[in-house]
């Protein structure tokens, strides 16, 4: 076990394709949904508990040894935006190429052959930690906090909002990450013991409906 | 099951030279350059002249729209199955350069529906001068100025002026309009680059893209040697 490898994973300059995602924050910026720090905190606190505590369940499971393309179904369950789904697989797709040129392991290759346009990227994610030697915790923690840095770097763009302010937004954030990362440790442990309904489903259906929408807007800055 | 993809062979990992049956790959070609100096334009003729003689794919990199896809597709310099674009989170730069995995996903989906191809040509929505291409997307870049973007930026060198493998300086036939002095152009570029090459070239006339189609063959000739 190689804590270290969390920061690398964890950094946002980890060349996994996230950098062209705004996690929902651009059509809640053209909404008016997102226009300031306090509203990004709120968008954010929304997602962190909702996709964030789902995402950061299954890359726990994944991180923890369970089945990953049983995993990868689940996520499908719990996806329920094609769009999105489109885009899960598509970020799994690229973290997998960049997982497997950092940490290569025979699971990665498997998962790789047996879903080569991408599995989910939570599970990829989970996965990814587990070949760096990392804990299902620290998988959780690195999904959780994917799920809110990827729309505060896009609002910083977006609306040219102040990085400081959008950074502070993370930085009052972590307790409940702390939170949301142990709940979905717990949830995966139960998993491995109850079977995969144990994994939580939370979902945010403004975020799906908005994704939908996005995805045929002829003109926008990010992919999702 | 997962519900809406196909199947098809394992991914490569990187930007390794060979396919997995050992075989070269496609030579990757990047072009960057400022907005507007004519990197769009250059692709299309580029396919116009190769297009018979070689399996090519081209993908974009647009700022926020798929505008260069679009327009490649509407003059059909190639089928549309041939072009990607791929979008870069208002950061063509991050895509070509720092976090280059959406643009080899294009690459490798472009092998898989129409491969084996012998080229492929990565463009960049130009944002500013200092953008490069990341060695792991591709195996050489052309960088595309022009004349009316002032003839002082040869002078002001960066590091695509610098150490592009190919310089185009475009637009040749507005130098008279726009009082752009071509030989000064030169001798900066000289001064910049040393012995790498520089093309001068105005799409406007017939088959202004020459310069560009001789570096491009031979590279392709080196490569597949
Ligand atoms: N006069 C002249 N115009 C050109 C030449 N090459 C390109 N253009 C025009 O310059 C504009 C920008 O070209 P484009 O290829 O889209 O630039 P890009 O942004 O670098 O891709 C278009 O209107 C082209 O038709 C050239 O050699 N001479
Ligand atoms: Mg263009």
């Given at each position: 076990?190689?804590?270290?490898?969390?920061?690398?994973?964890?950094?946002?300059?980890?060349?996994?394709?996230?950098?062209?995602?705004?996690?929902?924050?651009?059509p809640a910026v053209r909404a008016g949904r997102i226009h300031d720090a306090r509203s990004l905190a709120a968008f954010c606190r929304g997602r962190l508990h909702t996709t964030g505590l789902t995402a950061a369940a299954l890359a726990a499971a994944a991180a923890g040894g369970l089945d990953p393309l049983e995993l990868d179904e689940a996520a499908d369950a719990r996806t329920p935006s094609p769009a999105l789904r489109a885009t899960a697989r598509k970020l799994g797709r690229q973290l997998m190429r960049a997982a497997r040129a950092t940490w290569p392991s025979g699971e990665l290759d498997a998962l790789a052959?047996?879903?080569?346009r991408g599995a989910h990227q939570p599970v990829v994610l989970g996965l990814t930690a587990r070949s760096a030697g990392l804990a299902p915790e620290d998988a959780a923690y690195c999904a959780g906090y994917e799920t809110v840095s990827g729309p505060a770097t896009a609002a910083v763009r977006l609306l040219s909002l102040d990085p400081f302010e959008a950074t502070a937004v993370l930085a009052r954030l972590a307790p409940e990450l702390d939170r949301v990362a142990g709940r979905a440790a717990e949830l995966a442990g139960r998993a491995a013991r109850e079977g995969l309904d144990a994994l939580?489903?939370?979902?945010?259906?403004?975020?799906?409906?908005t994704a939908e929408a996005h995805a045929g807007w002829p003109v926008r800055l990010f992919a999702s | 099951m997962h519900l809406d993809h196909s199947h098809s062979g394992p991914a490569a990992v990187s930007a390794d030279a060979l396919r997995p049956d050992g075989r070269r790959r496609a030579l990757r070609i990047g072009l960057?350059?400022?907005?507007?100096?004519?990197k769009t334009a250059t692709v299309a003729a580029l396919c116009r002249t190769l297009r018979?003689?070689?399996?090519?794919?081209?993908?974009?990199?647009?700022?926020?729209?798929?505008?260069?896809?679009?327009?490649?597709?509407?003059?059909?310099?190639?089928?549309?199955?041939?072009?990607?674009?791929?979008?870069?989170?208002?950061c063509p730069h991050t895509a070509i350069r720092d976090d280059i995995s959406a643009n080899l996903e294009a690459v490798e989906d472009l092998e898989d529906a129409v491969g084996p191809l012998d080229l492929i040509l990565v463009e960049s929505g130009g944002d500013?001068?200092?953008?490069?291409?990341?060695?792991?997307?591709?195996?050489?870049?052309?960088?595309?100025?022009?004349?009316?973007?002032?003839?002082?930026?040869?002078?002001?060198?960066?590091?695509?002026?610098?150490?592009?493998?190919?310089?185009?300086?475009?637009?040749?036939?507005?130098?008279?309009?726009?009082?752009?002095?071509?030989?000064?152009?030169?001798?900066?570029?000289?001064?910049?680059?040393?012995?790498?090459?520089?093309?001068?070239?105005?799409?406007?006339?017939?088959?202004?893209?020459?310069?560009?189609?001789?570096?491009?063959?031979?590279?392709?000739?080196?490569?597949?040697?």
């Open positions: 076990m190689n804590r270290a490898a969390l920061l690398v994973l964890a950094d946002g300059r980890f060349p996994a394709g996230g950098h062209a995602h705004s996690g929902g924050a651009e052959a047996a879903r080569p939580p489903a939370a979902s945010a259906p403004l975020l799906d409906i | 960057g350059g400022p907005v507007g100096s004519g018979d003689r070689l399996s090519l794919a081209v993908v974009t990199n647009d700022i926020y729209t798929r505008e260069d896809a679009e327009f490649l597709l509407r003059h059909a310099v190639l089928p549309p199955e041939r072009i990607q674009a791929v979008e870069t989170g208002a500013n001068l200092t953008a490069t291409f990341s060695k792991g997307l591709v195996d050489a870049q052309i960088f595309v100025i022009d004349v009316a973007g002032g003839d002082d930026i040869p002078r002001k060198g960066g590091p695509g002026v610098t150490t592009a493998d190919l310089l185009v300086i475009n637009k040749t036939d507005l130098a008279p309009y726009v009082g752009s002095d071509l030989g000064r152009m030169a001798r900066d570029a000289k001064e910049q680059r040393g012995e790498l090459p520089v093309a001068f070239t105005s799409l406007t006339g017939e088959d202004g893209v020459r310069p560009v189609t001789d570096w491009v063959l031979a590279r392709l000739a080196a490569w597949t040697a």
